[in-house]
């Protein structure tokens, strides 16, 4: 299960940071992504850390504004988004994949709504 939170409405050049609680898997084994999807559009990655090494992976669009990052003793994958646009408009999900020795299953939270106005 993947609960996320933290979203909301900020203003552009806001801040806004996404945490996502996992629970009922090895979590420090599987890779963890956070993806979003805006109204009429597909959902894309925006960012991803993998779950041997910690390596970190971002859309070109977010490098240099958002950082993704993982507690494992927490069970807790974070998105920190600095300098929001209106762009960043969008339904957030958290997403796991777990080892391809493992099958690489998949598990999808619920969304987080994030909103960029002024």
């Known amino acids: 299960q993947l609960v996320e939170s933290g979203g909301g409405l900020v203003q552009p050049e806001g801040s806004l940071r996404l945490s996502c609680v996992a629970s009922g898997f090895t979590f420090s084994r599987y890779a963890m992504n956070w993806y979003r999807q805006a109204l009429g559009k597909e959902r894309e990655l925006v960012a991803g850390?993998?779950?041997?090494?910690?390596?970190?992976n971002y859309v070109p669009s977010v490098k240099g504004r958002f950082t993704i990052s993982r507690d494992n003793a927490k069970n807790t994958v974070y998105l920190q988004m600095n300098s929001l646009k209106p762009e960043d408009t969008a339904v957030y999900y958290c997403?796991?994949?777990?080892?391809?020795?493992?099958?690489?299953?998949?598990?999808w939270g619920q969304g987080t709504q994030v909103t960029v106005s002024s």
């Open positions: 850390t993998s779950g041997v090494t910690g390596s970190t």
């Open positions: 997403n796991a994949v777990a080892p391809a020795e493992w099958g690489g299953r998949t598990y």
